[in-house]
Structures are given as C-alpha cells and as structure tokens.
C-alpha cells in the first residue's frame, strides 16, 4: 500500500503563525522603505523640472522660471500663479509670464489624494539658514543655462506625515535638491556626516 504526505494540521497552523510573526516584524521596515521612496521619487522629479527649465532656457535663449506654487500647474494660471516657498505643485513657465512650459501637482508620483489635498512629501524652499523661506520658491534660467541665485540654494523634501527626518532624531531619509548658481541640480543627503563627505560620499550635501 502506497503511503500518503503532506502536512497535519497542526504542522500548518504552526507554519502559519511563523508566517504571520515574521510579516509582522517585516511590516513597519516595509512601511519605511515606502514613505523614503516617496520623497526620493519627489526629489528625482523635481530635478527633472529643473533640468527641463534649464534646458529650455537654453533652447530658447530665453528666460525661462522654475517656481513652487500653491496654484494649480496648468496654462490658465500661467500669468497668475505666484511662488510660495512651501508651495504644493510645481510650474515652469517663460519668465515674462506669456508661455506656459510644463507642471506638476505635488500628488503625482508621491501618493497625494488626487483631489491636490493631502500631499505625503511636502517640499520646502530653504533660506540659508535652515528656514523654510522664499529664496529658491522661484528660480530663472537664462539662455545660457545659469540661475538668477545670488549663491547655491536647496529644495528640502520630507514626509511630515510618516515622521521625522534623521537629522532630526527620527526614521525619515528626508532628502534636498540642491541647486548651483550654474544651473545644475541634484539629489543629495543631509543625514550624510561631514566625515563621510570628506572621504569622498558624493551622497551628501
């Protein structure tokens, strides 16, 4: 007679309950990695609007502006959407207000509510003391892919509502996009030490 395999009952409630124990302990790591991405997806976005406005600029030889805004980033408020410096959307338009180029709202790419109200990653024009401010809330390429900036600025992007950045205390990679008076613009770590700076992280800001 041929005998029969397989599991018992109690060998699969056990291999339950290990299952459930063990996603359990890999939920709140999992949640991380999903707020951290969100903000690096916001942050990879925002320097493709900035390299877009520089670019066209320079296509254009033309002025062309960058600014965070709280109105919505389509061509009818093109002449009308002013730069706030913890602005929820992004526009690029020509800098005398006739030609409108490209937008975002703050929602895309960062799991925003599509009714443009509840945006995860909130981004934040830095002053050069720390401060949310409304130095870099607008940014003008020329024709020759420079910036209107007296010195380099930073964007900073977090997740108020996921918790602290790491540079606070918390568990949040907040990360900013740093933009140089030439016109170029990247992602970088303010968590990173100046030590590992030094030693060549070129993560860091």
């Known amino acids: 007679?041929?005998?029969?395999?397989?599991?018992?009952?109690?060998?699969?409630a056990v291999s339950l309950v290990i299952m459930a124990i063990l996603t359990a302990l890999a939920l709140p790591a999992y949640s991380l990695y999903i707020q951290n991405a969100r903000i690096r997806t916001a942050a990879q976005m925002l320097v493709a609007g900035l390299q877009m406005a520089r670019s066209t600029?320079?296509?254009?030889?033309?002025?062309?502006?960058?600014?965070?805004?709280?109105?919505?980033?389509?061509?009818?408020?093109?002449a009308t959407a002013s730069a706030v410096s913890t602005g929820i959307n992004w526009m690029i338009r020509s800098a005398d207000?006739?030609?409108?180029?490209?937008?975002?709202?703050?929602?895309?790419?960062?799991?925003?509510?599509?009714?443009?109200?509840v945006i995860p990653v909130q981004i934040c024009a830095l002053q050069s003391n720390g401060s949310c401010g409304a130095a870099?809330?607008?940014?003008?390429?020329?024709?020759?892919?420079?910036?209107?900036l007296a010195?380099?600025?930073?964007?900073?992007?977090?997740n108020p509502s996921a918790g602290t950045c790491v540079t606070a205390g918390g568990k949040i990679r907040c990360l900013n996009v740093a933009?140089?008076?030439?016109?170029?613009?990247?992602?970088?770590?303010?968590?990173?030490?100046?030590?590992a700076i030094n030693a060549g992280d070129t993560r860091g800001c």
């Open 151 to 158: 010195s380099a600025a930073s964007f900073q992007l977090s």
């Open 1 to 12: 007679m041929k005998k029969e395999c397989g599991f018992s009952l109690i060998e699969l």
């Open 97 to 117: 207000l006739t030609s409108f180029i490209e937008g975002k709202y703050g929602a895309e790419g960062t799991g925003g509510s599509t009714s443009n109200t």
């Open 179 to 195: 933009i140089s008076v030439g016109g170029m613009a990247r992602v970088c770590d303010p968590a990173v030490s100046a030590t």
């Open 57 to 78: 600029a320079v296509n254009r030889n033309a002025n062309v502006e960058f600014l965070l805004t709280n109105a919505e980033p389509i061509e009818d408020y093109v």
């Open 136 to 148: 870099t809330a607008s940014v003008i390429f020329s024709g020759l892919g420079t910036t209107n």
